[in-house]
């Protein structure tokens, strides 16, 4: 929850951050998640 809380107040008009995880489905109810292997 931490980590999603960091990634909704970096969070801006110009850049969306993207949290790498295995478990997109919990962390993806937060914030933007990508599996980390997918992140280019």
Do not use: C
């Not at 110009?14 to 995880?21: C, K, L, Q, R, S």
């Amino acid at each position: 929850m931490i980590l999603a809380a960091q990634a909704v107040l970096l969070s801006s008009a110009e850049a969306e951050p993207v949290i790498a995880t295995t478990n997109v489905r919990h962390l993806g109810l937060f914030a933007k998640a990508a599996e980390w292997d997918e992140i280019n």
